[in-house]
């Protein structure tokens, strides 16, 4: 019992950050691969509204490359603290989100902070996204930003 | 004691679980994580070791007036970096923290803040249940900011969207 728990927890826990490597270098098609068919996704931090199934959530996804996606650099949504509790084939998930990118346009890093709430469904053995809401607290800009570190000077044995 | 995967996967579950307490959970949620001896030992607020779950739990009432949701919000305790192993009868485990929210000062500004540090948790299973012997909270450094909200997306609507009734 306990040991399928685990797995359940470790494959939701995959699901998660899957969908972060997905959102960040994958196609619109990647990420709504993660959800089920009759899923809705919750942006809350876009407005008062949801989307409903997979074509649309598709559609959003690829506004979201075109809009967002495509005008910033070195994206990286990572997720922890992942509150997890299986029953069955249905799961919740509460996790802490916190993101980085920067902005093409003024070359400043921005860190953003957030929250994901899911409802989760097993079907044919996989772990999809029956619910998925996106909460964001806040963004924080640094304009100290550099893309390029320093080199260290490290100077290894030339190989001959 | 023996680590399994599978009891691993489970601790860090509960170690989550008592980080999300610890900041949005009542205080008797936050408390109920430790053990009635367990010992709470915040290192960065510079004071006394907390002891027994009384304390603790008065601890985390304390917190909770002192910084209402008006004065601080949206805190994270993000824990990641696990490094867990057997210590005696118990379990030590060392895990990062990444901190983050927002505070009014006393002029009225809001400022983000952002703080590394670290845990250092002795769990124990009692009764069928883990619980924290002890926890020490380290704080490496705060970074404040100025926040601000993203642009909206303007994700047009379609067949599939729906504005959320008010």
């Not at chain 1, 826990?13 to 959800?35: K, M, P, Q, W």
């Not at chain 1, 495509?70 to 990286?76: E, G, P």
Request: glycine fraction near 6%; aromatic fraction near 10%; proline fraction near 3%.
């Amino acid at each position: 019992m306990e040991n399928s728990i685990a797995q359940d927890v470790c494959d939701i826990e995959n699901l998660i950050t899957e969908y972060c490597h997905r959102l960040d270098r994958g196609s619109a098609g990647d990420v709504v691969d993660l959800f089920t068919d009759d899923a809705t996704l919750v942006p809350e931090f876009d407005g008062e509204y949801e989307v409903h199934g997979r074509a649309e959530i598709k559609r959003f996804f690829q506004h979201y490359h075109d809009h967002f996606r495509a005008n910033v650099r070195h994206l990286q949504h990572m997720t922890n603290t992942s509150k997890i509790q299986v029953s069955g084939d249905i799961a919740s998930a509460h996790s802490y989100l916190l993101a980085t990118f920067v902005s093409a346009e003024t070359g400043s890093g921005v860190t953003v902070t957030g929250t994901y709430i899911d409802a989760l469904k097993k079907e044919r053995r996989q772990w999809k996204f029956f619910r998925r809401t996106i909460q964001v607290h806040f963004a924080s800009t640094h304009s100290d930003t550099i893309e390029q570190l320093e080199p260290m000077g490290f100077e290894g044995e030339s190989s001959s | 004691m023996e680590l399994n995967s599978a009891v691993i996967t489970l601790l860090k579950q509960r170690i989550c679980q008592s980080w999300s307490d610890h900041d949005t959970g009542t205080p008797e949620e936050a408390t109920a994580h430790y053990a009635a001896e367990g010992r709470l030992n915040p290192i960065f607020d510079n004071s006394e070791v907390v002891v027994g779950r009384d304390q603790i739990y008065s601890w985390f009432q304390f917190q909770r007036n002192k910084f209402s949701a008006l004065e601080r919000w949206d805190f994270q305790h993000r824990v990641m970096s696990f490094h867990i192993q057997p210590h005696e009868q118990m379990v030590l485990c060392h895990s990062h923290l990444f901190t983050s929210g927002q505070k009014r000062e006393e002029s009225g500004r809001v400022r983000t803040f952002m703080v590394p540090g670290n845990s250092r948790d002795l769990w124990m299973e009692l009764n069928g249940a883990w619980k924290i012997v002890s926890r020490e909270i380290q704080v490496a450094f705060a970074a404040y900011g100025d926040p601000s909200k993203p642009t909206p997306l303007g994700f047009p609507t379609g067949g599939g969207r729906f504005e959320k009734e008010s």
